[in-house]
């Protein structure tokens, strides 16, 4: 009995750190739900003969009932079917639970071949331009990788306007 008295002071803490870590274990369970993302603007930043330089303004939803931190994206975008840029974009961020978060990927293209068509389409504020976007998000939770595939229209300059 001598034994069990020296481990007694130690018990409470130990069933307490236990009972703490208990929720924990069932974060492991929880299947996450891939983050929705989607493209809100295509902002020109300048447009030469052999390359363009954009602003490519995305919004990302979490679905889920935890904080979701982003680790990473790579991306291709097809705008009216054209290629316009693909790369990785390492920037870390955190989407709140069952919130959203915007970010901004800077790009550069080479276009020439699709040029004139696409200036005067981006130039019009009036008129949506599809879009298709395709690649992984890296999550930092185990690693995750969520598979993005989404298409749309998005109408350039109305993020920017419509922001304060």
Known sequence: MPALATFRPLLLPVLLLAIGLLPGCS?????LEAPEVRLVDIELVR?????????????????????????????????????????????????????????????????????????????????PLRYRLEGEVRTGLFGSRFSLQRSGEVTPGDYLRSKP
Do not use: C
């Open 27 to 31: 974060l492991l369970r929880h299947t």
């Open 47 to 127: 447009a030469r003969l052999l390359e363009q330089q954009f602003l490519l303004h995305f919004r990302a939803d979490n679905p889920n009932n935890v904080r979701l931190p982003i680790r990473g994206l790579s991306y291709t975008v097809y705008l009216e079917d054209k290629k316009l840029a693909h790369g990785d974009a390492s920037q870390h961020f955190s989407i709140p639970a069952h919130g959203s978060s915007e970010f901004t990927v800077p790009v550069h293209s080479n276009l020439w071949r699709h040029l004139r068509t696409l200036m005067r389409r981006l130039e019009d504020p009036e008129q």
